[in-house]
């Protein structure tokens, strides 16, 4: 399985700011997701990051609100911005392996104020 | 039609009997059902998971069962231990919708001694 890095591991953020969450993968791998984890629920897939390519984005979350970058195999960034408390959550991301199973990140726990 | 209904939401199981989770689809196009564990402060780990063409599949203690025609599969956890205490869900894709995975809503299991 790879091995996934995310940062920050936390941070607690004012509102009307904003953050930039950095996805790492030990390999080079197609396709990345980004995922939400509101506290105590499931997980909420935002969009789907492939790299060279635009990301392709739930219903429910826009570019505009989480614009993501992925600019090689190996990494990308979700961006949180213009933050409210409503947006205190995990964010997750994942890769698939070449035989179609998802392994997750350890994840970012924000808390907007 | 992408939902993934899971029960039950809690379960408290003692130290060396069997845990089962239920987890029902509705779409039948899904052809990839996995198994996560979460632990508290941590992201999902894959645990288990199986794809239509079979009906059972064991790993260690861990069982996946499978009914196709009912759209229902389960996890059965054997000889449950306190350190099986988790957060599991279950969850389903299909190979044609970009491996999306749809999550079930989680089930809190906690093994006492």
């Known amino acids: 399985s790879a091995v996934i890095s995310q940062k920050p591991s936390r941070d607690i953020c004012q509102r009307g700011t904003s953050l930039t969450i950095q996805c790492q993968v030990d390999s080079q791998v197609t396709m990345m997701f980004w995922y939400r984890q509101q506290p105590g629920q499931s997980l909420t897939l935002i969009a789907t990051a492939n790299q060279g390519s635009e990301a392709t984005y739930e219903s429910g979350f826009v570019i505009d609100k989480f614009p993501i970058s992925r600019p090689n195999l190996t990494f990308s960034t979700l961006t949180v911005s213009n933050m409210s408390p409503e947006d205190s959550s995990i964010y997750l991301c994942s890769v698939k392996s070449s035989y179609n199973e998802q392994f997750f990140g350890p994840g970012t726990r924000l808390t907007v104020l | 039609q992408q939902q993934v209904k899971q029960s039950p939401q809690s379960l408290i199981v003692q130290k060396g009997g069997i845990s089962i989770i239920n987890c029902a689809y509705e779409?039948?196009?899904?052809?990839?059902f996995p198994w996560y564990q979460q632990f508290p402060g941590k992201g999902p780990a894959l645990l288990i998971a199986?794809?239509?063409?079979?009906s059972e599949k064991k790993e260690g203690r861990f069982t996946i069962s499978f009914n196709k025609s009912a759209k229902q599969f389960s996890l059965h956890i054997m000889d449950s231990q306190p350190g099986d205490s988790a957060t599991y869900f279950c969850a389903a894709s299909r190979t044609g919708g970009g491996n999306k995975l749809t999550f079930g809503t989680g089930t809190q299991l906690k093994v006492e001694l």
């Open positions: 199986i794809r239509p063409d079979v």
């Open positions: 779409n039948t196009a899904f052809d990839y």
